[in-house]
């Protein structure tokens, strides 16, 4: 009696060892998986897989137990209406924090059903100053915002590059759009003058018309707010046209991609674009962590994984200090936080917002992308 006494506390205690071991804790990842920016989407996935199963790897106690990470995954295809959906799937599904969206026009109403459902999420793709506006505790953004990168550019044309006049376009989505004005009015407070100012949307290909138009103008830049899926048809387009001028962007555009998508272009050299953060080159753990990321994800990197790895590093941090995954009991954790990650110390303003945002700026020199 007394052995089976003791091989049944024996089992018991090997399930309760099993059972602490497999508590699941889930994050959630949000991006467009299918569509033409599916490329943006895999990567950003990518960074947060690559996340979880390091620290699956290292092992990862919160309050006591041993947890296990799994990441749930969802598609909004860069389109609002999806994206709040699989917003609430992941609040329906009390995940415990959430990396994403890619798109500000995904994102900010997103933001919103996070917030009622007392989820934090955590962007580094996301830039439009908007997002932040309504304060809620639960928005977090771990890149510089358009006001950065929309004045780098304009500063970078007008007192670097001595240009005087630029044609603007953009897709009309929130990114797109706010990037644009911001680029515009700080160009015009520099004194450039914005000789044409035209709009497209995120699903066209074809330029020709509001190119022919600009052309007319005879700028000396072309500003376009939007991503490569459009950008790197445009830079082909007005190569096609004979148009000589330099090519601003945002991050949006600021892809390995364009490359492919522009069809090679001559115009590549003309790029200028901007990223918050530094280059991977001067990331902290930035050179060791791309190796590390192409091993695994052969020509997949695109301009945002660093982030997300460091967003779902950040978020189970915020968990294992407050010894709770309970969002309610880790957001002021994570409100407080101070964190070194691969892509550099990230730490929080009180609207969500990252403190100290640096921004690069990138061109293109024999058909690859360089830091000026």
């Known amino acids: 009696m007394q052995i089976k006494l003791i091989a049944a506390a024996a089992i018991a205690a090997i399930s309760g060892v099993a059972l602490a071991q497999d508590t699941v804790v889930k994050i959630g990842h949000v991006a467009p998986m299918s569509g033409a920016q599916a490329h943006y989407g895999k990567d950003n996935e990518n960074g947060v897989r690559m996340a979880i199963e390091d620290l699956n790897k290292a092992g990862v106690t919160i309050?006591?137990?041993?947890?296990?990470?799994?990441?749930?995954?969802?598609?909004?295809?860069?389109?609002?209406?999806?994206?709040?959906?699989?917003?609430?799937?992941?609040?329906?599904?009390?995940?415990?924090?959430?990396?994403?969206?890619?798109?500000?026009?995904?994102?900010?109403?997103?933001?919103?059903?996070?917030?009622?459902?007392?989820?934090?999420?955590?962007?580094?793709?996301?830039?439009?100053?908007?997002?932040?506006?309504?304060?809620?505790?639960?928005?977090?953004?771990?890149?510089?915002?358009?006001?950065?990168?929309?004045?780098?550019?304009?500063?970078?044309?007008?007192?670097?590059?001595?240009?005087k006049k630029v044609a603007i376009i953009d897709d009309r989505t929130a990114y797109g759009q706010g990037v644009a004005e911001v680029f515009k009015k700080t160009a015009e407070s520099k004194g450039m003058t914005i000789v044409d100012n035209q709009f497209t949307n995120d699903k066209a290909t074809d330029f020709s018309a509001i190119l022919t138009a600009i052309k007319a103008k005879q700028p000396d830049a072309i500003f376009f707010g939007g991503m490569d899926t459009q950008g790197g048809p445009m830079l082909k387009q007005i190569e096609n046209l004979g148009l000589n001028v330099k090519f601003f962007g945002g991050d949006g555009i600021c892809t390995e991609k364009i490359i492919e998508l522009s069809g090679k272009s001559k115009l590549l050299d003309n790029v200028i674009c901007a990223e918050g953060g530094s280059s991977i080159e001067k990331m902290p753990g930035g050179k060791a962590w791309k190796a590390k990321y192409d091993a695994k994800y052969p020509k997949e990197f695109q301009v945002y994984s660093p982030y997300t790895y460091d967003a779902t590093f950040l978020l189970v941090e915020a968990m294992k200090q407050a010894k709770s995954t309970d969002p309610k009991v880790y957001i002021p954790v994570l409100q407080k936080i101070s964190y070194k990650g691969v892509t550099g110390t990230i730490a929080f303003e009180a609207n969500g917002e990252l403190k100290n945002a640096a921004t690069t700026l990138y061109t293109y020199k024999g058909g690859k992308k360089a830091p000026l």
């Not at 709040?84 to 109403?109: E, M």
């Open 63 to 163: 309050g006591g137990k041993k947890v296990k990470l799994e990441i749930q995954a969802e598609d909004d295809a860069a389109d609002p209406k999806q994206g709040t959906a699989a917003a609430q799937k992941l609040c329906d599904a009390k995940v415990a924090g959430v990396v994403g969206h890619l798109n500000s026009g995904t994102t900010i109403p997103a933001s919103k059903v996070y917030n009622d459902c007392g989820i934090p999420h955590v962007t580094g793709a996301a830039t439009n100053p908007n997002l932040t506006k309504p304060g809620y505790k639960t928005t977090f953004r771990i890149i510089a915002n358009d006001n950065a990168l929309g004045a780098a550019l304009a500063l970078h044309a007008a007192d670097k590059l001595k240009l």
